[in-house]
């Protein structure tokens, strides 16, 4: 019994993508970026502040960092609780040090729960993301678009009720979304997202409702995927985000185009007490290089939507 | 045909399990050792070659029954993304380290890239390097298809091929690695030269297909294979560059007695990230710093084997299998 037809016919072999969501842009045929002062590399820490519960529903997916052994998961719920209530102070005083600016990409539900530490991040300045209600509301085919419009709702009161900041990014659980999200998400006010990782410079994402921006955040350098999926060790990971930092100030120079380093840290990794160096080195690093512009999202996307950032043409 | 292979036996029902052959039956077995000499150009020990996949996977592809595309329900975002930015951002970045190294890529191509891309295509194309087929989308899988589905694929990539670049690829690497019985038979049928499918050997080596065609196995080396590095295997970028140079140092050492290959075969998706091209242009300044390399593409290791090598190895092989 062969394959059905549908497997050799391709209704979407064309120019550019096949689908409608953006359009097909090579990063170096674009007009140059510049970042502000001129500087050749904007670099984006983001901290995911998760909050993994310990009876999962797990529809439509089980989202990584998850409980993984029978009910009740002591082991993994308190070692992901004590990234929210001992790591992030860790990695807020690193993040202090070193004078980073930084965006915190919060499950909403930790305003209820762990409310000192979003208040001391807010005290510093930094931008808080929509991360929606917690680490078991995936985003994703399968969830009914009426039942994500209520969690985004939810999830962006009640951080925006918290910090009163207006909280018009967002960075969904696992960087997974169903169909629906991105008009979810610009009904709801949200402006730009970092979910779809298909870039390294901030572009234009359509949706029904309208245009976003789509802000990449890199997966393949954050702590959780080299740490604990890739297994890597953690000087290794110190050494790879650096290897990156000079990759990208080099190509800035050379090309006279703004490069982006995206970072994203996660407490419950990167805080304990025998990787919090690691981050140290790290921000250390990027702070000490010449060219680099450490800034949070939203001034990335004022830089890039300000006219005289453009050159002419 | 100068040279052909003695009748293989076909495989009895009773060496056949759950319908399935025991053994591909694609070539003999034939120890490394004591094999003739192989020669390359310009007294050569090792040739070598690098093979970006160059790939288009769909978002929502149709579902094929024996595998799926993506490990999350449609639109799988994490898997398309980061392919995606392959073709927008790493692409750019593989290239100009190649040209910095005076090599010229052997391209294993989706097909459908030429249409959805062909900027991409353009470059490649200005620097003169290898198209092959690597079917039409990585997303749509060779499990399943009967003879003559697989056969319209298969001839579809060639025909696109020859459509964009104005000649016909010689080499082929399944789609996402999914092949059927017939497959390098349908290609060598199409007049194909080359297959890189199979891992069983670091020198060319004759192929069997069912029309008796002249055609071979270039080592591509799944080993070296960035995404079998850095997504199966989960390895350092820098542990990657030094799995390189020494893999390159025993091939060297051995290719001085008899002709060897060396392949990396790269997705840009994969070597192309910030932090791990370092450790991969490391490897390459390390390769290309030696005298006696034969820098080259797939097509040509494959037509140098053909016209110097592959009757000999046929002999030699009839030979030891005492026929």
């Known amino acids: ?313 | 045909m100068s040279a052909t292979f003695p009748p293989s036996p076909q495989p009895s029902p009773a060496l056949r399990e759950r319908g399935q052959l025991s053994d591909p039956s694609l070539y003999d077995p034939w120890p490394y050792a004591g094999r003739p000499r192989i020669t390359w150009p310009g007294g050569a020990r090792l040739a070598f070659w690098v093979a970006p996949n160059i790939e288009f996977y769909e978002l929502n592809p149709p579902k094929n029954p024996h595998r799926a595309a993506w490990p999350h329900p449609v639109p799988a975002v994490p898997g398309y993304s980061i392919r995606d930015w392959g073709n927008r951002v790493g692409h750019v970045r593989q290239m100009k380290l190649l040209d910095r190294y005076g090599i010229r890529g052997s391209i294993s191509l989706s097909t459908a890239l030429i249409d959805h891309h062909p900027e991409i295509v353009a470059m490649c194309r200005e620097r003169d390097w290898e198209f092959f087929s690597h079917g039409i989308y990585n997303t749509r899988y060779t499990y399943g298809m009967d003879g003559a589905q697989e056969r319209e694929m298969i001839l579809d990539s060639i025909e696109s091929i020859e459509r964009a670049v104005g000649k016909r690829p010689a080499g082929y690497l399944a789609p996402a690695l999914s092949h059927s019985e017939q497959t390098l038979d349908l290609f060598a049928e199409l007049g194909g030269l080359y297959t890189c499918d199979l891992f069983h050997d670091d020198q060319p080596t004759p192929v069997k297909v069912r029309g008796g065609q002249r055609f071979v196995s270039v080592p591509y080396s799944l080993e070296l294979n960035d995404t079998i590095v850095y997504v199966v295997n989960r390895i350092e970028p820098r542990r990657y560059g030094q799995m390189i140079k020494d893999a390159f140092d025993r091939l060297y050492q051995e290719g001085a007695q008899s002709g060897t290959v060396m392949c990396i075969p790269t997705h840009n998706y994969q070597v192309s990230c910030p932090h791990r091209l370092k450790a991969f242009e490391e490897a390459l300044e390390y390769i290309t710093g030696h005298s006696g390399v034969w820098v080259t593409t797939g097509r040509e290791i494959a037509e140098h084997y053909l016209a110097h090598h592959h009757d000999t190895a046929v002999a030699h092989i009839a030979a030891a299998s005492g026929a």
């Open chain 1, 1 to 313: 019994m062969p394959l059905a037809p549908e497997h050799l016919a391709y209704p979407l072999r064309r120019l550019g993508m096949d689908h409608e969501r953006y359009a097909w842009s090579m990063m170096t045929d674009r007009p140059p970026l510049r970042w502000p002062d001129g500087q050749p590399l904007a670099v984006w820490v983001n901290v995911s502040l998760e909050h993994f519960p310990l009876n999962p529903v797990g529809t439509p997916v089980k989202l990584p960092g998850n409980m993984t052994m029978p009910y009740p998961d002591l082991r993994h719920f308190t070692l992901r609780d004590y990234g929210n209530r001992v790591g992030a102070w860790r990695v807020l005083e690193a993040l202090d040090r070193f004078g980073v600016q930084a965006s915190w990409a919060v499950n909403a539900c930790l305003t209820e729960r762990h409310p000192q530490i979003l208040r001391a991040a807010l005290a510093r300045g930094d931008e808080f993301v929509g991360h929606s209600w917690s680490m078991d509301t995936p985003h994703a085919g399968g969830l009914a678009a009426d039942a994500e419009d209520a969690l985004v709702a939810k999830s962006l009161a009640a951080l925006r009720g918290f910090s009163g900041q207006p909280v018009a990014g967002w960075l969904s659980p696992g960087k997974l979304q169903s169909p629906d999200t991105p008009e979810i998400l610009k009904r709801h006010g949200v402006t730009w997202f970092c979910d779809w990782v298909n870039d390294e410079l901030p572009y234009r994402f359509r949706t029904a409702e309208g245009e976003l921006w789509s802000l990449p955040l890199a997966t393949e350098i954050e702590d959780r995927f080299v740490i604990m999926d890739n297994q890597h060790s953690e000087s290794e990971w110190a050494e790879q985000v650096i290897d990156a930092c000079t990759f990208l100030l080099a190509e800035a120079r050379e090309t006279g185009a703004g490069r982006l380093l995206s970072l994203s840290i996660h407490p419950w990794v990167i805080g304990q007490p025998h990787r919090i160096k690691h981050l140290e080195t790290v921000l250390a690093h990027l702070m000490a290089q010449d060219g680099v512009w450490n800034a949070r999202p939203q001034q990335i996307l004022d830089a890039v939507e300000a006219p005289a950032r453009h050159p002419p043409g």
